[in-house]
């Protein structure tokens, strides 16, 4: 149990679209999903956490109008990269959590490039 | 503030010798959990342990094994006998409130692991 998928596993698109990365948590329910960026080599970053009802909450230095978070139900959570710029490019990684539960539990992971 | 440091950015050794991966952390909390993930170059997190601030007994799975230090605040990673496969990064991550709604998991900047055959 605990498994969360992420669609699509890679992406290329063009400066100045909009891309859609969806989360799901397949064999159970999520009240709180997190987003993560990992640039090449480096770790991972925690973008925002996602709570299912109300708005993210994101980290500092995050744009939230850029990277648009919905969490409309129990085992979906989406980050939508608006306008995206190659240095957008990156891995995104999203982690659900059980509703009353303590762990996180990582997808794997959407891989962005920007041309 | 939580922090997690990895200061091997880049191991290398030869199939089969034993390698120690090193992980430090701060926390002002009593209560906190620790992980170590591999990522394999798919990319995909591989969760591999959890353990938390008040069970500080070593843990032994096949050739991994965790040495967790609260004096010294180290969590180090030691795997025996290396094989090619264990090639990766490693990280290191850091929880303080994993019961809240809102925690965060703080992970260090990771070990890029290659053994060599």
């Known amino acids: 149990g605990a498994v969360v998928s992420q669609h699509p596993s890679w992406v290329i698109c063009k400066s100045g679209t909009s891309v859609k990365i969806e989360c799901r948590s397949l064999d159970f329910q999520a009240t709180t999903m997190f987003w993560y960026r990992q640039f090449p080599k480096q770790s991972l970053m925690l973008m925002a956490t996602s709570n299912e009802g109300s708005k993210a909450t994101y980290e500092q230095g995050v744009e939230k109008d850029k990277f648009l978070i919905n969490h409309a139900s129990l085992t979906l959570s989406t980050l939508t990269v608006t306008s995206a710029h190659p240095e957008d490019s990156s891995f995104y990684i999203c982690?659900?959590?059980?509703?009353?539960?303590?762990?996180?539990?990582f997808g794997p992971g959407t891989r962005l490039t920007v041309l | 503030a939580q922090k997690v440091t990895q200061a091997q950015t880049e191991i290398s050794v030869v199939e089969k010798e034993d390698v120690t991966l090193d992980c430090v952390y701060e926390?002002?909390?009593?209560?906190?959990?620790l992980f170590w993930y591999k990522q394999p170059p798919s990319g995909e997190l591989v969760f591999l342990i959890r353990?938390?601030?008040?069970?500080?007994q070593n843990e032994i799975s096949g050739r991994y094994s965790w040495n967790f230090q609260k004096s010294t605040s180290s969590f180090n990673f030691t795997i025996t006998a290396s094989q090619v496969v264990d090639s990766a990064v490693y990280f290191c991550?850091?929880?303080?409130?994993?019961?809240?709604?809102?925690?965060?998991?703080?992970f260090g900047k990771g070990t890029r692991l290659h053994i060599l055959p």
């Open positions: 353990r938390n601030s008040f069970d500080e």
């Open positions: 991550a850091l929880s303080e409130a994993p019961g809240n709604r809102d925690d965060k998991i703080i």
């Open positions: 926390t002002r909390d009593t209560t906190y959990y």
């Open positions: 982690s659900a959590k059980r509703t009353g539960g303590r762990w996180q539990f």
